[in-house]
């Protein structure tokens, strides 16, 4: 399962992400987004765990957590495609 986590501190490194969710189970992988310019966090990730159980179990013990100060926010990832559609013209109407 693929899990979101928001509001991060931007201290936060992968590193510290790992070691949050590797008590809960297997990982496959940390992701923290960062800006392509500068290299800084944008105050969220992704981690990818194997098995579903223990990702829920991940996700209920995480969320609202305190990490440096902040409550993060760790939830199921959005699968790409499920997101509204938004149409590319979005100021335009029908002319009939």
């Not at 899990?3 to 490194?13: A, E, H, K, N, R």
């Not at 510290?16 to 960062?34: C, N, P, Q, W, Y």
């Not at 159980?53 to 305190?66: M, P, Q, T, V």
């Amino acid at each position: 399962m693929n899990i979101y986590v928001g509001q991060l501190p931007y201290s936060v490194t992968e590193d510290d992400l790992r070691a949050m969710f590797t008590e809960f189970g297997e990982l496959e992988s940390v992701k923290i987004i960062t800006d392509k310019y500068t290299g800084q966090s944008k105050g969220f990730g992704f981690v990818e765990m194997p098995s579903n159980s223990e990702a829920d179990r991940a996700i209920k013990a995480l969320n609202g957590k305190s990490v440096n100060g902040r409550n993060i926010k760790v939830n199921p990832a959005d699968p790409g495609g499920k997101r509204s559609k938004r149409s590319k013209r979005p100021f335009s109407r029908d002319r009939y």
